[in-house]
């Protein structure tokens, strides 16, 4: 069965801290993967994508990393700042007809000022 | 920009109403997503629709049904409210053109059956 672990669960950083999520998967055929963000009571927004040929990205202070051989990805945030407060959810899409990704349970961060 | 527009941000009903979650979408993707968001749980896929009057079960879909008369619409429906129902719903959809394409979220309905 694919499967999406995340952790930790929950982190609480300082303001200004670096931070770093991780996120293992057994979802097969691998498509791609994406880090997803959701402010409190709001829905998830994308942050980043990551496929199969794709080491590491960045998108401002969030850099993903991707490792396709042990089926582990990573989102790094670089000096952290209170509006990075937020849900991350890791989300791994399967190649072939399947229209539908797995879903992780996502790592709650909060920034401390 | 992809806008996904949830009829209420919050909804109290009774137990055993029949109660109506309506979503819309502004940028004709084929898919549509129904999903419930509970504490420790993360996402959990009800149903979805990959075109008009298409339908097919996701993972919880007991309790739930869908109806997707126009492409922009995905309703969906408790037949029976149960307290077990209580959550965060968040509507999705994502065009099938590249399936790199993310899924575009609206902000979600928390209901409240009591």
């Known amino acids: 069965k694919n499967q999406v672990e995340q952790s930790p669960q929950s982190l609480i950083i300082l303001e200004g801290k670096n931070c770093t999520l991780q996120c293992n998967y057994t979802v097969s055929p691998f498509s791609n993967l994406r880090w997803y963000k959701q402010d409190t009571g709001r829905g998830p927004v994308s942050l980043t994508i990551m496929t199969f040929s794709e080491n590491t990205k960045s998108n401002g202070r969030y850099t993903a990393t991707l490792d396709a051989d042990t089926k582990q990805s990573s989102l790094h945030i670089t000096a952290s700042q209170l509006s990075d407060s937020a849900s991350y959810i890791c989300v791994v899409k399967a190649s072939g007809g399947s229209y539908i990704p797995t879903f992780g349970r996502g790592t709650s961060l909060i920034v401390h000022p | 920009d992809v806008k996904v527009t949830q009829s209420s941000r919050y909804l109290v009903k009774r137990t055993g109403e029949k109660v109506f979650l309506e979503c819309v979408q502004d940028m004709d993707h084929e898919n549509m997503f129904w999903y419930r968001q509970d504490p420790g749980l993360g996402l959990r896929l009800i149903y979805f629709?990959?075109?008009?009057?298409?339908?097919e079960k996701g993972d919880i879909p007991e309790g739930y049904s869908v109806s997707r008369e126009k492409k922009e619409r995905f309703s969906l429906i408790l037949e029976s409210a149960s307290t077990n129902q209580t959550s965060m719903y968040l509507c999705?959809?994502?065009?099938?053109?590249?399936?790199?394409?993310?899924?575009?979220f609206g902000d979600g309905t928390r209901l409240s059956i009591l």
């Open positions: 999705a959809s994502s065009p099938t053109s590249g399936r790199g394409q993310p899924q575009h």
């Open positions: 629709s990959y075109d008009v009057k298409m339908k």
